[in-house]
T-cell receptor, first 115, second 110 residues
Framework: TQTVSQSDAHVTVFEGDSVELRCNYS??????LSWYIQHHGHGLQFLLK??????VVQGVNGFEAEFSKSDSSFHLRKASVHWSDSAVYFC?????????????FGAGTRLKVIA | EAAVTQSPRSKVAVTGGKVTLSCHQT?????MYWYRQDTGHGLRLIHY???????EKGDIPDGYKASRPSQENFSLILELASLSQTAVYFC?????????FGKGTRLTVV
């Protein structure tokens, strides 16, 4: 069974602070991991993804994520947040084999950035 | 330009009525999905498809049907809408590792 766990439902930080949003997964086999952002009232937009290679991947707007096979984690980070980063962030996992592109999403973490 | 387009963007339906939500993608992707999102919650997969004329059940298919008449189009059908189906519905297409979402359809069943 594929599962994605985002342990923090809500995270609040001040503008300029760093932030880490946590994601842990359970999946057998080779996977893609990805992060998405959803601003209030909008659809989800892609931030970044990981498949192989350098475990630290860079995304849009200064976001990066680090893959850890030993911890089954793919945490999202940003060094200095802006008020516009306030949104809900979703982590997702999917298989890589043809016929197995079913994506499983976490419940989301709501990030609130205080100006 | 939007690559995944949903219509309508919002709809009010009566209990017991039939509702069809439409989705069109210009990404040339094989995989398409329908998710529902309830207020303050994550995404739940209803149906998906990886080839025209074929659909697969997701995690919550009860009360929903899907149709994929072409690679570009994927519809979600509620034959007998119920109050519990009030939610925001997202259509998406995907390539390996990345999902492209539509803007969503807000469905209210009264």
């Amino acid at each position: 069974t594929q599962t994605v766990s985002q342990s923090d439902a809500h995270v609040t930080v001040f503008e300029g602070d760093s932030v880490e949003l946590r994601c842990n997964y359970s999946y057998g086999g080779s996977i893609y991991l990805s992060w998405y952002i959803q601003h209030h009232g909008h659809g989800l937009q892609f931030l970044l993804k990981y498949y192989s290679g350098n475990p630290v991947v860079q995304g849009v707007n200064g976001f990066e994520a680090e893959f850890s096979k030993s911890d089954s984690s793919f945490h999202l980070r940003k060094a200095s947040v802006h008020w516009s980063d306030s949104a809900v962030y979703f982590c997702a996992v999917s298989g890589v084999n043809t016929g197995n592109y079913k994506y499983v999403f976490g419940a989301g973490t709501r990030l609130k950035v205080i100006a | 330009e939007a690559a995944v387009t949903q219509s309508p963007r919002s709809k009010v339906a009566v209990t017991g009525g039939k509702v069809t939500l439409s989705c069109h993608q210009t990404n040339n992707h094989d995989y398409m999905y329908w998710y529902r999102q309830d207020t303050g919650h994550g995404l739940r997969l209803i149906h998906y498809s990886y080839v025209a004329d074929s659909t697969e059940k997701g995690d919550i298919p009860d009360g929903y049907k899907a149709s994929r008449p072409s690679q570009e189009n994927f519809s979600l059908i509620l034959e007998l809408a119920s109050l519990s189906q009030t939610a925001v519905y997202f259509c998406a297409s995907s390539e390996p590792g990345e999902v492209f979402f539509g803007k969503g359809t807000r469905l209210t069943v009264v």
